[in-house]
């Protein structure tokens, strides 16, 4: 695959000035009044909710945290407590200080206990059935100054906005997972959100130690967004003849840490997946309910020894085969430059589509997003900047080809698609 060689100084430059210009909103007068944050409440004491409490409690900040029984409340309590005190053993936290972060955590089962907080976090499951009623709540029981955010992933922020009587006042805070650690957030402005809201959670964002990224309102937000197109044809690929572990290779031999299947079992097949509901329409459908529900379960895509080290499974080989063959697929070889062009160009159109519709404030917010929380390799500066480098007339030409095999998102972009229409030239 030709591309313009990259010079490192021009990437490290590139990467510096990316995470600086995220800072800025466009629009935003710098002297927008902010809103005091002296103490957080977070709903949900999960895996979420406790990663994002140690942010705050680790600067000093006092958090309420809240869950709806006790057992869970001290699964989330002693799982704050083990990450505190494996970074005491780590050495990168004093044990003093990981006991005055821990004494700055007020745990409860009562939602009016968050009341006196000038920041909400819900951190509950990803429903949007479930967010409407939480917001109605913390509608009812904030002070009328308290900023209102949820942690989802891909949910309408404005939908969210709509139960409360306060949609200024409510705002995305997708942290990544563990929160505590990754440095990305995205910050989800809905049409509503208010400036001082706004300029308050970025600010908030620099003092907890994270590089935010400003997103507009659409299903998945920047990142999310743009990797369920590398999913869709990491999917694909499978039931045309290639092998999870061969579309895998091709993205960790491009520098990502683990390819679509590997982060697939890391996470968990059965993430929303129920035994119940399920028909079989998808390989993810037959594998859990084949009890292969990834690394936990030490069998998912890969096969796993007590150690969690992979190994190809010809379960799951004979699985797929035997799937795509009821779907009418005839299995073919993909050449290894194939597969990165579907994985990755159909998400640079993608990121297209994002600055296309205002979502994104700029290409490099776009790298910033995948650098930061999805794993983009950085030798090649994130996913726009490279896309330069490889020739956007090379990758909407790719996509053409490659049309076929897109699915219904394969309409190109229309960046995209007036550079194919002049010839491969940018205009």
């Not at 006790?70 to 970074?87: F, K, M, P, T």
């Not at 000038?118 to 002070?143: G, N």
């Not at 194939?338 to 998400?347: D, H, K, N």
Request: contains cysteine.
């Amino acid at each position: 695959m030709s591309q313009r060689e990259l010079d490192v100084s021009e990437i490290q430059q590139h990467i510096l000035a990316a995470e600086r210009d995220a800072a800025r909103i466009d629009g935003m007068s710098a002297d927008t009044p902010r809103i005091p944050i002296e103490r957080v409440g977070i709903l949900g004491a999960g895996t979420m909710g406790g990663g994002i409490a140690m942010n705050f409690l680790s600067i000093g900040i006092p958090v309420t945290i809240v869950e709806r029984d006790q057992v869970s409340l001290e699964r989330g309590l002693a799982a704050i407590r083990r990450n505190y005190e494996r970074a005491v053993s780590r050495g990168r936290l004093a044990a003093e200080d990981a006991e005055r972060a821990l004494a700055l955590l007020t745990p409860s089962l009562v939602i009016d206990d968050l009341a006196d907080s000038d920041l909400i976090i819900e951190a509950v499951f990803e429903s949007m059935a479930v967010k409407k009623d939480v917001f109605r709540k913390l509608d009812a029981i904030a002070k009328p100054d308290a900023i209102l955010a949820s942690n989802t992933s891909r949910l309408d922020i404005d939908v969210i906005a709509a139960e409360t009587r306060r949609p200024e006042a409510v705002i995305g805070l997708h942290f990544f997972s563990p929160a505590n650690v990754m440095r990305l957030l995205e910050i989800v402005r809905g049409a509503k959100t208010g400036p001082s809201q706004l300029a308050t959670a970025m600010d908030l964002a620099g003092r907890i130690g994270k590089i935010a990224v400003v997103s507009g309102v659409c299903p998945g937000f920047i990142g999310n967004r743009m990797l369920g197109r590398r999913q869709a044809q990491a999917q694909r690929l499978i039931l045309e003849g290639a092998r999870p572990w061969d579309v895998d290779r091709v993205l960790t031999e491009f520098g990502f840490p683990m390819g679509p299947f590997q982060m697939s079992d890391l996470a968990g097949l059965d993430l929303g997946w129920r035994r119940e509901t399920s028909k079989g329409e998808s390989i993810r459908d037959l594998l859990c309910e084949r009890d292969r529900r990834g690394q936990k379960t030490s069998k998912g895509y890969y096969d796993y020894d007590a150690e969690r080290v992979a190994t190809p499974s010809q379960e799951v080989e004979a699985l797929i085969a035997e799937f795509a063959r009821s779907r009418g697929y005839r299995s073919r070889q993909a050449t290894d430059d194939e597969i990165l062009e579907r994985l990755l160009y159909p998400m640079i159109d993608e990121g297209m589509k994002i600055l296309d519709e205002g979502i994104a404030q700029r290409a490099s917010d776009i790298d910033v997003v995948w650098l930061n929380g999805y794993g983009w390799p950085a030798h090649t500066g994130g996913p726009m900047f490279w896309a330069e480098s490889v020739g956007l007339g090379r990758i909407a030409a790719r996509l053409q080809r490659h049309a076929d095999k897109l699915g219904p998102d394969g309409v190109l972009s229309s960046r995209l698609a007036r550079i194919a229409a002049s010839g491969g030239h940018p205009n």
